[in-house]
């Protein structure tokens, strides 16, 4: 088992570029969700998903779209990027949004735009 | 809104007990209480969950009191590769995504 991956793992882009980070898990996990995550601040979520074909924004959402059309991925698209989107992106799945489920995180994707 | 704190750094030495204390006043009848670890340049990992009482596994012990509104972390007797973020939870998914707020963290120093 993989686990849960992510591509690619770092990323330089340009102001006003696009871009999509791909999240993938092998675990058969329904729930997946995107963080981010900047100095000091722990991590924050963007959107996540409760299953194939739904989606739902976190506590940061603005600037960021999500699709899930197969379960075992969850991509992050960015259609403007911009330097506050500089960051480093974390990606995580869980077998259900039950109480005693835990987050099992990919490896990260350092983003930079100039 | 769910919320927790815990301090933001801490220093100990090789071969001491460490413990982490994480405040979560407002933590519901359901929530249970989760810690992660992050090293540098990698994601998170689950290390330890519980809902009440004392929990232990082979990596740490989690103790919570009876009100439930704070837990401790003890990491027993720490090494240098302990030297990380430690992360505290409360709740998941099924109260609404606000219980999904990580906050900054304790970063655990470990000196030789």
């Known amino acids: 088992n993989a686990g849960v991956t992510q591509t690619p793992k770092f990323r330089v882009l340009k102001t006003g570029q696009s871009m999509t980070l791909l999240c993938a898990q092998d675990?058969?996990?329904?729930?997946m969700y995107w963080y981010r995550q900047d100095p000091g601040m722990g991590l924050r979520l963007i959107h996540y998903?409760?299953?194939?074909?739904?989606?739902a924004k976190g506590e940061v959402p603005d600037g960021y779209n999500v699709s899930r059309l197969k379960k075992q991925n969850f991509l992050l698209g960015l259609e403007s990027a911009a330097p506050s989107q500089t960051s480093v992106y974390f990606c995580?799945?869980?077998?259900?949004?039950?109480?005693?489920?835990?987050?099992?995180f990919g490896p990260g994707t350092r983003l930079t735009v100039l | 809104l769910a919320k927790t704190t815990q301090p933001i750094s801490m220093d100990s030495y090789e071969g001491q007990e460490v413990n982490i204390t994480c405040s979560h006043n407002n933590i519901a009848t359901n929530d249970y209480i989760t810690w992660y670890q992050q090293f540098p340049s990698q994601g998170p990992r689950f290390i330890i969950q519980?809902?009440?009482t004392k929990v232990t596994n082979e990596v740490a012990s989690l103790f919570i009191p009876a009100d439930r509104k704070s837990s401790t972390l003890s990491l027993p007797r720490v090494s240098l590769s302990d030297t990380a973020v430690y992360y505290c939870l409360v709740g998941l998914l099924s109260g609404g995504y606000n219980k999904l707020i990580f906050g900054a963290g304790t970063r655990l120093a470990v000196h030789p």
């Open positions: 995580a799945s869980s077998p259900s949004g039950s109480e005693t489920d835990t987050q099992y």
């Open positions: 675990m058969n996990h329904e729930y």
């Open positions: 998903s409760v299953g194939e074909g739904t989606t």
């Open positions: 519980g809902y009440k």
